[in-house]
């Protein structure tokens, strides 16, 4: 089982990138998705999910509004798309798979890949 995030790098604020998560060794469309983010000097942050089920996804309110996700089953990828970016959406981003139908911070995640830089700076 991996899952490895790509994409980050550097963007202006009110910039835009699109990150995405490649999966291998399971099957994609059984498993909800999530999207979190490590800012240097601070905990781990759940950013986003995307159910199995329905493809219904969830946001932290900081990012309501400018980030997207979608997934793509048959090329075993998640995708989040982020815009209007902040400097305070500096992190490195990671994706992580969680069993179950609906997304739920109450469940554990688990594969945690590497992850990708994001840096908002002019």
């Known amino acids: 089982v991996q899952l490895q995030a790509s994409g980050g790098g550097l963007a202006q604020p009110g910039g835009s990138l699109r990150l995405s998560c490649a999966t291998s060794?399971?099957?994609?469309?059984?498993?909800?998705i999530g999207w979190f983010r490590q800012a240097p000097g601070k905990e781990r942050e759940w950013v986003s999910c995307?159910?199995?089920?329905?493809?219904?996804?969830y946001f932290r309110n900081s990012v309501k509004g400018r980030f997207t996700m979608s997934r793509d089953n048959e090329k075993n990828t998640v995708f989040l798309q982020m815009s209007s970016l902040t400097p305070e959406d500096t992190a490195v981003y990671y994706c992580?798979?969680?069993?179950?139908?609906?997304?739920?911070?109450?469940?554990?995640?688990?594969?945690w890949g590497q992850g990708t830089l994001v840096t908002v700076s002019s």
């Open positions: 995307t159910s199995s089920s329905d493809g219904n996804t």
């Open positions: 060794g399971f099957s994609l469309d059984s498993w909800n």
């Open positions: 992580a798979r969680q069993s179950g139908d609906v997304c739920s911070l109450a469940r554990t995640f688990d594969s």
